[in-house]
């Protein structure tokens, strides 16, 4: 997309800069948005190649987004190499969403983030159970992923910070 309009005045000449600045950005902002993003495959762990493809960024930009949200931390194997996780790339994607489709600043999107999880916590609250002592399997089971769950967030509490 080329525009070329010659203006003695300054101000004119800067008006129609930033219009044809405006125009290239609403057309590579159309184009970044037609894609449709391949689905997720079954698997446990993604590469920052798979996960890159996965939701149409390139992968320094994964690094990139790793410093800037601190909702990715995606796990180092030997080598640093990254491995992520099924709920990274939907995060990844949702912060893509965030920034290309909705037109939101990193800064905007770091705060959506933060509305979205609070917003999570306070709809999923903790399943209660009456559990007679006949089923002392099923309450150690309980117990046990109730463990899981609360050191898994605890994790995340402490990357956070």
């Not at 949702?94 to 917003?119: H, M, N, P, V």
């Amino acid at each position: 997309m080329n525009l070329v309009i010659n203006h003695s005045s300054t101000a004119g000449s800067r008006i129609v800069q930033l219009i044809a600045f405006h125009a290239k950005k609403e057309f590579w902002m159309a184009s970044k948005n037609n894609q449709t993003l391949p689905p997720i495959p079954d698997k446990r762990y993604f590469s920052i190649g798979e996960t890159a493809g996965l939701c149409a960024v390139k992968p320094h930009v994964l690094r990139y987004w790793e410093q800037e949200f601190c909702q990715l931390k995606p796990a180092k194997r030997s080598g640093g190499r990254r491995y992520y996780q099924f709920k990274d790339v939907h995060i990844i994607r949702y912060i893509r969403e965030l920034l290309y489709d909705k037109g939101f600043t990193i800064s905007g999107a770091k705060q959506q983030l933060r509305q979205t999880a609070k917003g999570a916590f306070a709809d999923n609250k903790p399943e209660v159970k009456v559990v007679d002592n006949k089923n002392d399997g099923e309450v150690k089971n309980i117990v046990s992923q109730l463990i899981v769950d609360l050191e898994e967030l605890l994790k995340n509490l402490e990357n956070k910070g």
